[in-house]
């Protein structure tokens, strides 16, 4: 039976309000009641949802990932090489840019040894980077990519980029600005120029 347009309004409120506790306090430092308190319901409201907060957090998760990993899945083999690569950089920074919270959640629970997605993390994360790193390697050995290493240049590309969201506090105090991310895009597009360009 379909959720009555209640039901949906109330699930999303509940998950919404796990993403700002999650990512405020940590899985093991936010509690139901926060959750509850922040989405506006009760907590046996909130149970009628959702059995745990592992439910919430897992549901989450997975959503998180299936968008994190879009601009992965975006990367077109029909496309120009280094212009698909810098497309990847600039949408991986504009997911740090518009999706802070999802992306310190999805940190917290790598830093926790990622107990609710190990799975996830094992099967589809890696058969999405295996396939992508293998057109990587192919492009590299038709000279259309610098000699780099595919699943290194992957993991390079989301730790460049997903610092700003998991170290914004970091990166606003260093910078002293409001805007983390002015001149970043610029930055990092000529840094994975230099090192993705053939002959470069």
């Given amino acids: 039976m379909p959720e ?5 309004r109330n699930r ?45 957090h897992r549901a989450l ?15 077109d083999p029909a496309g120009e090489p280094l212009d698909e690569m810098l497309d990847y950089v600039r949408r991986k920074l504009a997911l740090s840019r518009d999706y802070p919270r999802e992306s310190r959640l999805f940190a917290n629970e790598i830093l926790s ?42 993991m390079s590309v989301w730790a460049l980029t997903q610092h700003y969201a998991d170290f914004d506090v970091q990166v606003r105090a260093v910078l002293d600005t409001d805007d983390p991310l002015r001149g970043a895009e610029a930055h990092l597009t000529k840094l994975f120029d230099r090192l993705l360009r053939p002959g470069a």
């Fill in 113 to 154: 040894g990622a107990p609710h997605i190990d799975d996830t993390l094992a099967s589809t994360l890696r058969d999405l980077v295996d396939g992508a790193a293998a057109l990587i390697a192919d492009w590299v050995a038709e000279g259309r990519l610098a000699q780099v290493d595919p699943h290194h240049t992957i």
């Fill in 4 to 8: 009555t347009r209640i039901q949906s």
């Fill in 61 to 75: 998760l997975l959503q998180l990932m299936d968008a994190w990993l879009e601009p992965l899945r975006d990367i």
């Fill in 12 to 56: 999303a409120a509940i998950l919404d309000a796990g993403l700002e506790v999650f990512s405020r306090y940590g899985f093991r430092g936010a509690t139901l009641d926060q959750i509850a308190g922040e989405a506006g319901l009760s907590k046996p409201n909130l149970l009628y949802y959702f059995q745990s907060k592992e439910a919430i």
